[in-house]
Protein backbone atom coordinates (compact mmCIF):
# COMPACT_ATOMS: atom_id res chain seq x y z
CA UNK A 1 0.00 0.00 0.00
CA UNK A 2 0.58 3.43 -0.69
CA UNK A 3 2.15 5.56 2.22
CA UNK A 4 1.33 9.20 2.45
CA UNK A 5 2.37 11.28 -0.41
CA UNK A 6 3.16 14.93 -1.29
CA UNK A 7 3.41 17.48 -3.76
CA UNK A 8 5.86 18.88 -5.20
CA UNK A 9 8.95 17.85 -3.36
CA UNK A 10 10.11 21.19 -3.73
CA UNK A 11 9.22 24.26 -4.49
CA UNK A 12 10.85 28.10 -4.70
CA UNK A 13 8.58 31.05 -4.10
CA UNK A 14 9.47 34.82 -3.97
CA UNK A 15 8.75 37.16 -1.12
CA UNK A 16 4.68 37.92 -1.14
CA UNK A 17 3.81 34.90 -3.32
CA UNK A 18 1.30 32.34 -2.64
CA UNK A 19 1.28 28.60 -2.28
CA UNK A 20 -0.43 25.51 -2.48
CA UNK A 21 0.85 22.37 -0.73
CA UNK A 22 -0.82 19.00 -1.48
CA UNK A 23 -1.63 15.84 0.73
CA UNK A 24 -2.82 11.99 -0.29
CA UNK A 25 -3.87 9.93 3.17
CA UNK A 26 -3.20 6.56 3.44
CA UNK A 27 -6.00 4.46 2.13
CA UNK A 28 -8.40 4.26 4.69
CA UNK A 29 -7.30 7.35 6.70
CA UNK A 30 -9.91 10.18 7.57
CA UNK A 31 -7.46 12.67 9.37
CA UNK A 32 -4.69 14.80 7.53
CA UNK A 33 -2.67 16.90 9.83
CA UNK A 34 -0.16 19.61 8.46
CA UNK A 35 3.26 20.39 10.30
CA UNK A 36 5.89 23.10 9.67
CA UNK A 37 9.94 21.76 10.01
CA UNK A 38 12.12 24.40 10.69
CA UNK A 39 16.14 23.30 10.09
CA UNK A 40 17.20 21.73 13.35
CA UNK A 41 13.79 22.41 14.97
CA UNK A 42 10.79 19.20 15.50
CA UNK A 43 7.75 19.51 13.64
CA UNK A 44 5.15 22.21 14.46
CA UNK A 45 1.64 21.66 13.98
CA UNK A 46 -0.20 23.63 11.94
CA UNK A 47 -3.62 22.05 10.98
CA UNK A 48 -5.86 18.88 12.03
CA UNK A 49 -8.89 18.02 9.96
CA UNK A 50 -11.25 14.85 10.30
CA UNK A 51 -14.05 13.82 8.00
CA UNK A 52 -13.34 17.32 6.12
CA UNK A 53 -13.89 19.28 9.29
CA UNK A 54 -10.90 21.50 10.86
CA UNK A 55 -10.33 19.73 14.69
CA UNK A 56 -7.59 21.52 15.29
CA UNK A 57 -5.37 24.87 14.71
CA UNK A 58 -1.57 25.61 15.79
CA UNK A 59 -0.38 29.04 16.41
CA UNK A 60 -0.31 30.29 13.22
CA UNK A 61 -1.27 33.27 11.34
CA UNK A 62 -4.08 33.56 9.77
CA UNK A 63 -2.06 33.30 6.33
CA UNK A 64 -1.86 29.73 6.49
CA UNK A 65 -5.21 27.73 5.71
CA UNK A 66 -6.05 24.19 4.70
CA UNK A 67 -9.25 21.98 3.27
CA UNK A 68 -9.48 18.32 2.90
CA UNK A 69 -11.48 17.26 -0.06
CA UNK A 70 -14.28 14.39 -0.08
CA UNK A 71 -11.53 11.62 -0.92
CA UNK A 72 -9.85 12.84 2.48
CA UNK A 73 -7.37 14.06 0.37
CA UNK A 74 -5.86 17.41 1.38
CA UNK A 75 -4.41 21.58 0.77
CA UNK A 76 -2.31 24.00 2.41
CA UNK A 77 -2.17 27.03 1.13
CA UNK A 78 -0.09 30.18 2.49
CA UNK A 79 -0.66 33.42 1.46
CA UNK A 80 1.79 36.61 1.77
CA UNK A 81 4.94 34.57 2.07
CA UNK A 82 7.73 35.56 4.30
CA UNK A 83 11.28 34.48 4.43
CA UNK A 84 10.47 32.91 7.47
CA UNK A 85 7.57 30.67 5.76
CA UNK A 86 11.04 28.64 4.43
CA UNK A 87 10.73 25.05 5.51
CA UNK A 88 10.02 21.79 6.11
CA UNK A 89 6.16 20.97 5.14
CA UNK A 90 4.89 17.69 6.32
CA UNK A 91 1.45 16.25 6.33
CA UNK A 92 0.47 13.15 8.30
CA UNK A 93 -2.70 10.54 8.30
CA UNK A 94 -4.16 8.83 10.78
CA UNK A 95 -7.23 6.80 11.03
CA UNK A 96 -7.90 7.81 14.93
CA UNK A 97 -6.37 10.80 14.97
CA UNK A 98 -3.48 9.66 17.69
CA UNK A 99 -0.56 7.35 15.24
CA UNK A 100 0.45 9.91 12.76
CA UNK A 101 2.22 8.34 9.42
CA UNK A 102 4.08 11.03 7.88
CA UNK A 103 5.00 11.92 4.12
CA UNK A 104 8.03 12.96 2.56
CA UNK A 105 7.38 16.39 3.16
CA UNK A 106 7.62 19.61 0.72
CA UNK A 107 10.80 21.74 0.88
CA UNK A 108 9.57 24.74 0.39
CA UNK A 109 12.13 27.89 -0.04
CA UNK A 110 11.37 31.69 -0.43
CA UNK A 111 13.48 34.33 -1.85
CA UNK B 1 5.31 27.63 26.39
CA UNK B 2 4.81 24.05 24.71
CA UNK B 3 7.70 22.29 24.69
CA UNK B 4 9.18 18.66 24.87
CA UNK B 5 12.82 18.06 24.99
CA UNK B 6 14.20 21.51 24.07
CA UNK B 7 17.44 20.95 23.41
CA UNK B 8 19.29 18.69 20.37
CA UNK B 9 21.97 16.80 22.20
CA UNK B 10 23.94 14.45 20.14
CA UNK B 11 24.88 10.54 21.25
CA UNK B 12 27.10 8.45 19.76
CA UNK B 13 27.52 5.29 20.22
CA UNK B 14 29.00 1.94 18.89
CA UNK B 15 27.76 -0.08 16.31
CA UNK B 16 25.92 -3.31 18.40
CA UNK B 17 25.73 -1.43 21.99
CA UNK B 18 22.10 -0.50 23.51
CA UNK B 19 20.73 3.17 22.71
CA UNK B 20 19.08 5.09 25.43
CA UNK B 21 17.42 8.40 23.93
CA UNK B 22 15.58 10.47 26.58
CA UNK B 23 12.89 13.24 26.22
CA UNK B 24 11.36 15.11 29.02
CA UNK B 25 7.76 16.00 28.17
CA UNK B 26 6.12 18.97 29.90
CA UNK B 27 2.11 18.18 29.94
CA UNK B 28 0.39 16.33 32.23
CA UNK B 29 -2.48 15.94 30.14
CA UNK B 30 -0.44 13.99 27.52
CA UNK B 31 -2.36 10.45 27.38
CA UNK B 32 -0.51 9.44 23.87
CA UNK B 33 3.32 9.13 23.11
CA UNK B 34 5.06 8.82 19.58
CA UNK B 35 9.12 7.97 18.86
CA UNK B 36 10.05 8.68 15.48
CA UNK B 37 12.98 8.78 13.60
CA UNK B 38 13.92 11.05 10.48
CA UNK B 39 16.88 10.50 8.61
CA UNK B 40 18.35 13.15 6.31
CA UNK B 41 15.83 14.85 3.46
CA UNK B 42 12.63 13.02 4.78
CA UNK B 43 9.66 12.57 6.77
CA UNK B 44 9.47 11.54 10.86
CA UNK B 45 9.24 7.57 10.33
CA UNK B 46 6.92 6.27 13.06
CA UNK B 47 8.74 3.79 15.41
CA UNK B 48 6.44 3.07 18.27
CA UNK B 49 3.97 4.20 20.46
CA UNK B 50 2.92 4.07 24.08
CA UNK B 51 -0.51 5.06 25.85
CA UNK B 52 -0.28 7.08 29.67
CA UNK B 53 -1.79 3.95 30.81
CA UNK B 54 1.34 1.80 30.20
CA UNK B 55 4.57 2.31 31.35
CA UNK B 56 6.51 -0.06 28.97
CA UNK B 57 5.60 -1.26 25.38
CA UNK B 58 8.57 -3.51 23.04
CA UNK B 59 8.98 -3.76 19.55
CA UNK B 60 11.18 -4.91 17.00
CA UNK B 61 14.74 -4.17 18.74
CA UNK B 62 12.88 -0.88 20.27
CA UNK B 63 11.40 -0.65 24.13
CA UNK B 64 9.51 2.76 25.19
CA UNK B 65 9.56 3.28 28.58
CA UNK B 66 7.24 5.93 29.98
CA UNK B 67 7.49 7.33 33.91
CA UNK B 68 4.88 9.55 34.01
CA UNK B 69 5.39 10.38 37.81
CA UNK B 70 8.43 12.86 36.78
CA UNK B 71 7.41 12.88 32.41
CA UNK B 72 9.33 10.96 31.10
CA UNK B 73 10.20 8.80 28.39
CA UNK B 74 12.74 7.08 26.81
CA UNK B 75 13.85 4.91 24.05
CA UNK B 76 15.73 2.25 24.16
CA UNK B 77 17.39 0.86 20.78
CA UNK B 78 18.91 -2.95 21.08
CA UNK B 79 21.90 -3.59 18.73
CA UNK B 80 22.24 -0.36 17.31
CA UNK B 81 23.03 -0.52 13.18
CA UNK B 82 24.43 2.10 11.56
CA UNK B 83 21.09 2.26 9.85
CA UNK B 84 20.30 3.60 13.10
CA UNK B 85 21.81 7.08 12.80
CA UNK B 86 19.14 10.09 12.23
CA UNK B 87 17.55 12.46 14.29
CA UNK B 88 15.12 10.87 17.41
CA UNK B 89 12.00 12.85 18.19
CA UNK B 90 9.69 12.59 21.01
CA UNK B 91 5.92 13.16 20.56
CA UNK B 92 3.28 14.01 22.93
CA UNK B 93 -0.61 14.30 22.22
CA UNK B 94 -2.86 16.08 24.54
CA UNK B 95 -6.19 14.70 23.66
CA UNK B 96 -8.33 17.37 23.99
CA UNK B 97 -6.25 19.07 21.57
CA UNK B 98 -7.65 17.50 18.42
CA UNK B 99 -4.80 15.42 17.75
CA UNK B 100 -2.28 17.75 17.94
CA UNK B 101 1.52 16.36 18.26
CA UNK B 102 3.89 18.56 20.16
CA UNK B 103 7.47 17.77 19.86
CA UNK B 104 10.89 18.42 20.50
CA UNK B 105 13.70 19.56 18.61
CA UNK B 106 14.94 15.98 18.64
CA UNK B 107 18.25 13.68 19.49
CA UNK B 108 20.86 13.08 17.11
CA UNK B 109 21.73 9.30 17.17
CA UNK B 110 25.22 8.63 15.59
CA UNK B 111 26.31 4.92 15.23
CA UNK B 112 29.78 4.51 14.31
CA UNK B 113 30.61 1.05 12.89
Redesign the interface.
Known sequence: DAGVTQSPTHLIKTRGQHVTLRCSPISGHKSVSWYQQVLGQGPQFIFQYYEKEERGRGNFPDRFSARQFPNYSSELNVNALLLGDSALYLCASSSDGYEQYFGPGTRLTVT | GES?GLH?PTLSVQEGDNSIINCAYSNSASD?F?W?KQESG?????II?IRSNMDKRQGQRVTVLLNKTVKHLSLQIAATQPGDSAVY?C?E?INN??????????TELSVKP
Open positions: VLYIYKGPQFDFANQGGKLIFGQG
